[in-house]
């Protein structure tokens, strides 16, 4: 079995204790709720979009490390890029995290690439992904709340 504090490595547990991107964003054009029950993580993503590109990118709310880790990472990773790059970035991060494995995709993910470790604790999973559905969901319009169940 893996060790259980390889999973909080130490960007994870940074991105955790000061989370980028922090706040709402009031002149946000497009914003979704996500909640993952199993855990109690439970976000806010907010964005400002033009056309396609995603100008800025912010989310407020609480979660475990990971899951606030990767919503941080997950706001500096899409910033500045277009809807379907996200979107891409997303399928990318989700297999890595389901499988340990990229497409040898690793240098698209950066630093995201410190997830790898969660697809040995599948409860895990729904943490680290939460942020980057609830994306979705605001990229997608979608009125009702994200639930990972
Ligand atoms: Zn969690």
Aim: glycine share 8%.
């Amino acid at each position: 079995m893996p060790d259980l504090r390889d999973l909080y490595q130490e960007v994870i547990l940074e991105h955790s204790k000061a989370p980028r991107n922090f706040h709402a964003l009031a002149q946000a054009n497009q914003k979704a709720e996500g909640f993952n029950p199993l855990c109690g993580d439970h976000f806010t993503v907010y964005m400002t979009t033009a056309g396609d590109s995603i100008q800025d990118i912010a989310f407020q709310g609480s979660g475990c490390a990971i899951s606030k880790a990767s919503a941080s990472m997950m706001t500096q990773a899409v910033k500045g890029k277009s809807k379907a790059e996200a979107k891409e970035l997303f399928d990318t991060f989700h297999k890595l995290v389901t499988t340990g494995e990229s497409n040898g995709d690793r240098e698209d993910l950066g630093k995201l690439a410190v997830f790898s470790g969660v697809s040995e604790f599948p409860v895990r999973v729904k943490c680290a992904t939460l942020a980057w559905h609830t994306l979705q969901a605001a990229l997608e319009g979608k009125q009702e709340k994200v639930s990972t169940e």
